[in-house]
């Protein structure tokens, strides 16, 4: 358990921003995160909303069908969050 879910504890939503934070430079898919962090596909997508929502996560179509995600490096809030989950990493 690292600090971010020491303090928030573990979600859903906490468990596919940090993948998110550790892939920043690079765009996924659903079904990479999916894969990557354990949940399923229907939850990635449940939690991952309220990210692009807030301009946190930038979803781009590829193709009909198929959207990429990735991180919003020119949002300030996102920002916050990479220098707060920086911080609080560093030991």
């Not at 920043?24 to 949940?39: D, K, M, P, Q, V």
């Not at 193709?63 to 490096?73: A, D, H, P, S, W």
Request: net charge positive; charged share 25%; proline share 2%.
């Amino acid at each position: 358990m690292d600090a971010l879910e020491e303090i928030f504890g573990k979600t859903a939503q906490m468990t596919v921003l940090k993948n998110l934070i550790q892939h920043r430079n690079e765009s996924t898919y659903l079904s990479g995160i999916a894969e990557e962090t354990g949940l399923s596909h229907s939850s990635v997508a449940r939690v991952i909303a309220p990210l692009i929502k807030t301009g946190i996560v930038i979803e781009k179509p590829l193709g009909k069908q198929i959207r990429t995600f990735r991180l919003n490096l020119d949002n300030e809030k996102t920002h916050l969050i990479l220098d707060f989950y920086t911080r609080l990493n560093e030991k």
